[in-house]
């Protein structure tokens, strides 16, 4: 099946709304004007593999080396792009050098450059027999000799073709972009109040908040790097379809680790459900985008197939970024659902004791600013060890019960109490064990019996 049908079916077929599909690009009223273009060239007497001979790159402009015909392909303004075909002629006596010109259209040029520099019209017939006129400059070449001529031919349907593509490749994708995004932003907002709510911390009623379990959740989706990747190995933006794989993931391991049924607060179930359903949209989205991209850039490809022009390298550098770059709205919602959801419920890592990796209860900061728990600074003040674990500083030996922060502590405590918990009973063990010998029990251990 070729592109085209693809093109079309998947725009029909995959789901995605009017509003979305009446932006993408009108890829077959495109190929209609390659053709047209085609024709217009052929009235100069080009197909596309005379032009693929004289071609140039952009640096060669106005510079030919040697004689015979120098050809460039250029566009002129900055918001309506003017496509410019522009030969640079070496004439002696009035004859251009090139014979692999037709006799055409080494007649056509021969009067052009022996003409007086100006503008004017060519008045020519097409293979369909008729009439069409082209919009001719002719100038002398800047600092070289009389012999050179440039000639400008403007066509009309090329400037027709990068109209439409431009028109869909800016202003219809920004307001598309605009739309989508504050839908998206609405809906995160609205979940973020939720998730303030059903995971916030109150430990008179513990079992009434669901804080561990947004925390796992998000522990969850952190590690599947749904649209963005941190690994050294495929670092980076996603595309659709892995991201696609990675939300699947996220949801198999939520329902794997029956984290739903574990959920005490009855809002929770409806902002998990949103939750995923932002990420799903965004991922449409994602899917759209990279559909018209790779529609753009099919187009491009098969207009610089059948004119030989070589407009690809040229035109989607005049086209802004974010017009090209599918994952720039994606971006910014996905740090958007980092910065007001996922970021609600505090996370373990980010508050761990860079010696032993567990939660630092209670938290001394030395005068170097790092944090470590306090039975690390013990452990290693008795083992005579003085410089910092992370920049090495001679601070540890100067810590004392003053270094403790107890604004971190309060707030480890009220983010983390079973975590803090844990790691305090941890504490009071060792130092019952010193105290009392191998043989000590926390008191939490042992179960009272009254008889």
Same mark, same amino acid.
């Given at each position: 099946? $070729? =592109?085209?049908?693809?093109?079309?079916?998947?725009?029909?077929?995959?789901?995605?709304?009017?509003?979305? /599909?009446?932006?993408?690009?009108?890829?077959?009223?495109?190929?209609?004007?390659?053709?047209?273009?085609?024709? %217009?060239? @052929?009235?100069?007497?080009?197909?596309?593999?005379?032009?693929?001979?004289?071609?140039?790159?952009?640096?060669?402009?106005?510079?030919?080396?040697?004689?015979?015909?120098? =050809?460039?392909?250029?566009?002129?303004?900055?918001?309506?792009?003017?496509?410019?075909?522009?030969?640079?002629?070496?004439?002696?006596?009035?004859? +251009?050098?090139?014979? !692999?010109?037709?006799? @055409?259209?080494?007649?056509?040029?021969?009067?052009?450059?022996?003409?007086?520099?100006?503008?004017?019209? /060519?008045?020519?017939?097409?293979?369909?027999?008729?009439? %069409?006129?082209?919009?001719?400059? /002719?100038?002398?070449?800047?600092?070289?000799?009389?012999?050179?001529?440039?000639?400008?031919?403007?066509?009309?349907?090329?400037?027709? =073709?990068?109209?439409?593509?431009?028109?869909?490749?800016?202003?219809?994708?920004?307001?598309?972009?605009?739309?989508?995004?504050?839908?998206?932003?609405?809906?995160?907002?609205?979940?973020?109040?939720?998730?303030?709510?059903?995971?916030?911390?109150?430990? #008179?009623?513990?079992?009434?908040?669901?804080?561990?379990?947004?925390?796992?959740?998000?522990?969850?989706?952190?590690?599947?790097?749904?649209?963005?990747?941190?690994? @050294?190995?495929?670092?980076?933006?996603?595309?659709?379809?892995?991201?696609?794989?990675?939300?699947?993931?996220?949801?198999? %391991?939520?329902?794997?680790?029956?984290?739903?049924?574990?959920? $005490?607060?009855?809002?929770?179930? #409806?902002?998990?459900?949103?939750?995923?359903?932002?990420?799903?949209?965004?991922?449409?989205?994602?899917? =759209?985008?990279?559909?018209?991209?790779?529609?753009?850039?099919?187009?491009?490809?098969?207009?610089?197939? *059948?004119?030989?022009?070589?407009?690809?390298?040229?035109?989607?550098?005049?086209?802004?970024?974010?017009?090209? /770059?599918?994952?720039?709205?994606?971006?910014?919602?996905?740090?958007?659902?980092?910065? @007001?959801?996922?970021?609600?419920?505090?996370?373990?890592?980010?508050?761990? &004791?860079?010696? &032993?990796?567990?939660?630092?209860?209670? +938290?001394?900061?030395? !005068?170097?600013?790092?944090?470590? &728990?306090?039975?690390?600074?013990?452990?290693?003040? *008795?083992?005579?060890?003085?410089?910092?674990?992370?920049?090495?500083?001679?601070?540890?030996?100067? #810590?004392?019960?003053?270094?403790?922060?107890?604004?971190?502590?309060?707030?480890?405590?009220?983010?983390?109490?079973?975590?803090?918990?844990?790691?305090?009973?941890?504490? %009071?063990?060792?130092?019952?064990?010193?105290?009392?010998? +191998?043989?000590?029990?926390?008191?939490?251990?042992?179960?009272? #019996?009254?008889?």
């Amino acid at each position: 099946m $070729k =592109f085209g049908q693809k093109f079309k079916e998947a725009l029909e077929k995959d789901g995605y709304p009017l509003e979305w /599909v009446d932006t993408a690009i009108p890829y077959r009223q495109l190929k209609k004007l390659i053709k047209k273009t085609q024709q %217009e060239l @052929e009235i100069l007497g080009f197909d596309s593999n005379t032009l693929a001979q004289l071609q140039q790159s952009s640096a060669d402009e106005g510079a030919p080396s040697g004689e015979g015909v120098a =050809f460039q392909y250029s566009f002129e303004g900055n918001d309506n792009f003017v496509p410019k075909l522009s030969f640079v002629i070496n004439v002696n006596d009035g004859i +251009p050098q090139d014979a !692999q010109l037709s006799p @055409e259209t080494r007649r056509l040029f021969e009067a052009l450059a022996l003409g007086q520099p100006g503008s004017l019209k /060519v008045s020519s017939f097409g293979n369909d027999g008729q009439s %069409e006129n082209l919009a001719v400059e /002719v100038s002398t070449v800047a600092g070289q000799s009389g012999n050179l001529r440039r000639i400008d031919v403007h066509l009309r349907f090329d400037a027709e =073709f990068f109209g439409q593509l431009h028109l869909k490749s800016s202003e219809a994708w920004e307001a598309r972009e605009a739309h989508a995004q504050e839908i998206l932003t609405n809906e995160i907002q609205e979940l973020s109040k939720t998730v303030a709510v059903v995971a916030r911390p109150n430990p #008179a009623t513990l079992h009434k908040s669901d804080l561990n379990r947004w925390r796992e959740l998000f522990d969850v989706y952190l590690e599947a790097a749904v649209f963005f990747s941190t690994n @050294e190995i495929d670092h980076g933006s996603r595309s659709s379809v892995r991201a696609a794989e990675q939300l699947q993931w996220f949801q198999s %391991e939520v329902v794997k680790r029956d984290i739903m049924s574990k959920f $005490k607060v009855k809002n929770s179930h #409806a902002a998990l459900k949103q939750f995923v359903k932002i990420n799903i949209d965004i991922l449409e989205l994602m899917k =759209f985008q990279e559909l018209n991209n790779t529609g753009r850039y099919k187009i491009m490809k098969k207009f610089d197939k *059948k004119t030989g022009l070589g407009a690809a390298r040229t035109f989607p550098k005049l086209i802004p970024a974010g017009s090209v /770059v599918g994952d720039t709205m994606a971006r910014a919602v996905c740090a958007q659902i980092s910065q @007001e959801v996922v970021q609600l419920v505090p996370r373990l890592e980010d508050h761990a &004791c860079p010696v &032993c990796t567990d939660i630092a209860w209670r +938290p001394v900061r030395l !005068q170097c600013k790092h944090l470590i &728990c306090i039975q690390c600074a013990i452990t290693m003040q *008795k083992g005579r060890k003085r410089f910092c674990p992370l920049c090495r500083e001679d601070v540890v030996m100067i #810590a004392d019960t003053d270094s403790i922060d107890r604004d971190l502590e309060a707030y480890l405590r009220k983010w983390f109490p079973k975590e803090t918990l844990n790691k305090q009973i941890d504490n %009071e063990t060792i130092d019952g064990i010193m105290k009392f010998g +191998p043989y000590y029990r926390h008191p939490s251990e042992h179960n009272c #019996a009254i008889m």
